[in-house]
């Protein structure tokens, strides 16, 4: 009954955020010029970099928020550094995260906060692009990857593209993650980490292993982090919680994996890390604070908060269901359909699976289509089936044969 509870907590501090990060990301998509994210944002260089960093800081978007965000910067154009960076300051910070922290542990805390994240998410930006080898998805992949985004500039449209391909392709790690958060803040309580309060290094790395796994945002973390202070937790501590918490969970790491693979996420992590770490311990080397011993309430019991964890947990298990059916239903032709087959290029999510399926289905005659999209393997069954109209379906929606 505890981690059912903790499990709707969760739900309640996730939900409103990864909406209004979707709605940050699709507006993004229909207002923000391609090309002038390919200008700004695109190619590789430390200006790029600092630009996707200083444009990620003062956005409200916690750790959930920022992957639909991130995940939007890069298919409209950004560069893999830019993206990392962002994705690296931007849950670190936000308006009302810093307005939060000034008010329980100081502006000085805050303000070195905002500091840590635009040093860090800059440094990590820089390490990717030298890290990458031959050209980046976004050199070469952005004419054809997402330009059939771009026909619809309507809210329906914001609307299809926030749930088909922003939240759609994560929905496994938010679910993963949530579930993997409720079971450390249950097993785990959070006023357990206030029992070590001698600073040093490995307080710090102990803060870090802990911050790991959980949910938290930069905003609702705050209180998290003043009790620890208050309790006598070294300051340096609650400074990697704030930093490597809203920055690394499940559901980011997840994420950072399926967009970018192996190496550039190894290289998010070490840089969320061993920022954290070194911010940590210069801030316990030059500065004493004073923290309020008043913890803030946020609550979750407004009418929106919980109408929107209600819509998250019912479009979670409608996600899961569609995976399911699609996961058990007969394969292969059915009897009198005739079957059509591609290796389609350019997917490389699972809203660039949904825009497929959806183009393909519009042809006069397909009954049924399976996307694979590890392997760009398209088949389509129906009757009478006009391979030169499905040709035309996939080239229309901006993927290649």
């Known amino acids: 009954m505890i981690y059912l509870t903790n499990f709707w907590h969760l739900m ?16 993004m998509h229909i207002w923000l010029p391609k090309q002038y994210l390919r200008q700004r944002l695109g190619g590789k260089g430390m200006g790029q970099v600092l630009r996707a960093v200083a444009f990620g800081v003062p956005l409200p978007l916690c750790s959930c928020g920022v992957i639909p965000a991130a995940m939007s910067l890069k298919k409209e154009g950004a560069s893999n550094g830019s993206t990392v960076g962002f994705l690296i300051s931007t849950p670190q910070t936000g308006v009302d995260s810093v307005m939060v922290t000034a008010s329980m542990l100081g502006w000085p805390f805050a303000l070195f906060k905002v500091v840590a994240a635009l040093v860090t998410g800059l440094i990590g930006g820089l390490l990717v692009e030298q890290v990458e080898t031959g050209k980046t998805p976004a050199d070469h992949t952005l004419d054809n990857l ?16 926030g749930l088909d391909e922003l939240i759609y392709p994560i929905w496994r790690w938010l679910v993963i993650g949530v579930l993997v958060s409720a079971a450390v803040t249950t097993w785990i309580p959070q006023d357990q980490f206030a029992t070590l309060t001698s600073a040093g290094l490995w307080t710090l790395l102990l803060m870090i292993i802990i911050s790991i796994p959980l949910y938290v945002c930069a ?25 490597a918490g809203p920055a690394t969970n499940v559901a980011t790491i997840g994420a950072a994996y399926r967009v970018f693979g192996t190496r550039i996420m190894s290289v998010y992590l070490f840089t969320v890390f061993a920022g954290s770490v070194g911010f940590g311990l210069l801030f ?33 298990l409608w996600y899961g269901i569609q995976d399911l059916y699609q996961l058990i239903r007969p394969k292969g032709p059915s009897d009198g359909q005739e079957a059509v087959t591609f290796t389609v290029s350019g997917m490389t999510c699972g809203g660039c699976v949904k825009t497929l399926t959806s183009s393909l289905q519009s042809v006069n005659g397909v009954e049924r289509v399976d996307v694979v999209l590890d392997t760009g393997l398209a088949e389509i069954y129906g009757v009478r089936l006009d391979r030169n109209a499905l040709e035309d379906a996939v080239k229309k929606v901006g993927f290649s044969l």
């Open 146 to 161: 997402h330009d059939h985004h771009n026909a619809a500039t309507t809210w329906r449209e914001a609307l299809r593209y």
């Open 12 to 27: 309640l501090e996730l939900a409103p955020w990864l909406f209004a990060g979707t709605a940050v990301a699709s507006m």
């Open 219 to 243: 905003t609702a973390s705050v209180p998290v982090a003043a009790t620890l202070v208050a309790s006598g937790f070294p300051e340096g501590a609650a400074l990697v919680f704030l930093m």
């Open 284 to 316: 316990d080397m030059f500065w004493a604070l004073e923290a309020s011993r008043t913890v803030m309430d946020h609550g979750h019991d407004s009418l929106l908060v919980t109408g929107s964890a209600v819509v998250l947990t019912a479009l979670l």
